[in-house]
């Protein structure tokens, strides 16, 4: 048998931060998994209270700390120093930061929360609800509304067919359903379960499952296939014979489902054909190569936190039209964000409390336990699940979504206490000691607040305005609309440089807003390329690696007819992104404001079509510059 944690005496402290926990899990699973800047901004501030609560809770009642609780300090205080020192593009590094302290604090107070059983049943079926509101939700979207999704959005015709449930992407769904589908059918099968209990769980286990296909997730296939098939070979004791029989048996009932679903559902069967006919994935080898080109370029400490997607253009090959964000593999993106002493930081904690939760853990089979709670099985099954996470993160970015890295830190939490129990006693001075200390990060968690929440909302109001700009080429030039949207975003992009003046991406799309104010007001371009100017200037003063700043820059010296300026801006801007074919549109099109550049600008022109044949403004130039030549 396992050994046991003393007894518990439950406070009014810990019913708080089971309350925070299971609200913010709520709030960010709902709201689009917490991936929009507005939402992180609360999903943040809620973990902040969450983290202050705990801290009163130490101090006052004068609890130990968890030894494993500090195993993210060294990661994250080296995340910290890449943030100030190295990245390139602060802003980017800070929320890039503030996610990772967000999942750590959430572990930080799961694992002292979940000692008791009540706490842990709480949250157990605050995750099951979610996953089955999530399962609902993708059935209506799958079957009524391939559109809908959460908060208002639209979904992209790309995953038309495919369920995301209360995210944005079906692999996101397909990772939130992973962690806890193993957890369901061990307690549908379980011993000594009662008929009712064996009935409900297996209708949660159906339902979750049902959930799970209609996500029609390669990455979340493979995953559970190799989660399954892996685990009795290193995860149960015993004779070779019998672990061999046991993955041979997970294999075969992993690739029969596998093989009814894609027989009986058109769009899986596609999906896996596309995979057969193409030799693999297309896309993510490509993302893969340019984060280890780019961990090449900067072994030591990495290219800088959330730098990834702009120094991703120094590797973009021809015709990869995608904008990746992140390099769809956690473990490659933190390589090539922070290098090998951040990487090895990450990787270091974990395996710190993989071995503490391996030597404490019981010598013999461990027996089921009346409480649910508090079985070792129940352990196990969260164990595959989250094996099957950490398979799939190899193929996406499911710790950069909120939602599933609080999850996915709670199921840690939960495991690390079934394993690795304090039974130490605390000496009351060493609890004070402790305590002070927490209170103080605390305070400073509160204190940080006053960074996090204009950081948050500033980067909300950019992005509703960045959206507006991007919607201006789908209405007529001669629509009225079309001036109140472009004062719309440069107003709101003015709001958000005053609550965020750091955000490099705030200034540069300042610019391009003003750079389209003559498009509705001729009279004055001068006026509006010195504006453009200037916050392209702070943009450049941010950033000097961001090919987009200097072609905005480049944009508002052309309207005041300083082309040789502008000239060494989109140069400058070619250099940094090589083969990005809207740095060549502007190329062309500047270089179309001279007549004596008239070769240059064709060849320019032509290398963006090369590079993206269906640009719609490449193609428009085409067209604007073949009519001009034929007019007498």
Request: positive net charge; aromatic residues 12%; hydrophobic residues 50%.
């Amino acid at each position: 048998m396992s050994r046991a944690e003393p007894p518990s005496q439950l406070t009014n402290w810990d019913w708080a931060q089971s309350a925070l926990l299971a609200c913010n899990l709520v709030w960010t699973t709902l709201s689009l998994g917490g991936y929009r800047p507005e939402t992180m901004t609360v999903t943040v501030a809620l973990t902040g209270l969450m983290l202050a609560v705990h801290a009163l809770a130490v101090g006052i009642e004068g609890r130990r700390i968890h030894p494993a609780a500090v195993s993210w300090i060294p990661f994250l205080g080296y995340a910290l120093w890449n943030v100030l020192w190295v990245t390139p593009v602060r802003w980017l590094g800070w929320f890039d930061w503030l996610a990772w302290v967000n999942m750590a604090a959430v572990f930080w107070v799961a694992l002292h929360l979940l000692r008791d059983r009540r706490p842990r049943r709480a949250v157990f079926f605050v995750l099951i609800g979610l996953a089955l509101v999530g399962v609902l939700l993708a059935c209506y979207q799958r079957f009524v509304d391939p559109k809908w999704l959460m908060l208002g959005r639209v979904q992209i015709a790309e995953y038309h067919g495919r369920a995301s449930g209360p995210f944005g992407i079906p692999n996101s769904l397909a990772a939130f359903l992973l962690l806890l589908l193993p957890a369901t059918g061990w307690l549908a099968g379980r011993s000594g379960a009662t008929s009712v209990e064996r009935v409900g769980w297996g209708w949660v286990t159906a339902v979750l499952l049902l959930g799970f296909v209609l996500t029609i997730s390669r990455g979340g296939w493979i995953a559970m296939g190799v989660a399954l098939t892996a685990w009795p070979l290193f995860g149960r004791r015993g004779r070779w014979t019998r672990k061999l029989i046991y993955s041979a048996g997970a294999l075969a009932a992993t690739a029969l489902l596998a093989g009814i679903v894609i027989a009986t559902v058109p769009k899986a069967r596609e999906r896996f054909v596309r995979l057969a006919n193409q030799s693999g994935e297309r896309s993510r080898p490509i993302m893969w190569r340019a984060a280890w080109d780019l961990f090449e370029s900067s072994r030591l400490w990495g290219t800088g936190g959330g730098s990834y997607n702009v120094v991703f253009e120094r590797s973009r090959p021809e015709q990869f039209l995608d904008d990746p964000q992140w390099a769809h593999n956690e473990y490659l993106n933190t390589l090539s964000d922070y290098g090998l002493v951040g990487f090895g930081l990450a990787v270091g904690g974990i395996g710190w409390v993989g071995i503490g939760c391996v030597r404490r853990r019981p010598k013999t089979e461990m027996k089921w336990k009346a409480d649910w709670t508090e079985d070792p099985g129940l352990t196990t099954a969260l164990t595959i699940g989250l094996v099957a996470f950490a398979v799939q993160i190899s193929f996406d970015f499911h710790l950069k979504i909120p939602a599933l890295a609080m999850t996915a830190a709670t199921i840690v939490a939960w495991i690390v206490r079934s394993c690795w129990p304090d039974l130490r006693e605390v000496k009351a001075g060493e609890s004070r000691r402790t305590g002070l200390v927490v209170v103080v990060a605390g305070t400073a968690v509160v204190a940080g607040g006053w960074f996090v929440i204009p950081l948050g909302w500033g980067e909300a109001l950019r992005y509703r305005a960045r959206q507006e700009i991007d919607q201006l080429a789908l209405v007529a030039v001669t629509d009225p609309v079309r001036k109140a949207r472009i004062e719309y975003a440069h107003a709101e992009l003015e709001r958000a440089v005053r609550l965020s003046p750091r955000n490099g991406q705030a200034w540069a799309d300042l610019a391009y807003a003003a750079s389209l104010q003559p498009l509705v007001e001729s009279a004055r371009r001068e006026h509006w390329g010195r504006i453009a100017e200037s916050a392209a200037d702070r943009a450049l003063a941010l950033s000097a690696v961001h090919a987009e700043f200097w072609v905005r820059r480049g944009v508002a010296r052309d309207l005041q007819g300083r082309w040789l300026g502008a000239g060494d801006d989109f140069g400058r801007a070619i250099e940094l992104a090589p083969r990005n074919a809207w740095i060549w549109y502007y190329q062309a099109e500047h270089l179309s404001r001279r007549s004596n550049a008239h070769g240059l600008r064709d060849s320019a022109l032509a290398f963006c079509l090369r590079l993206d044949p269906g640009n719609s403004a490449g193609l428009a130039l085409r067209q604007r510059l073949a009519i001009s030549q034929n007019v007498p």
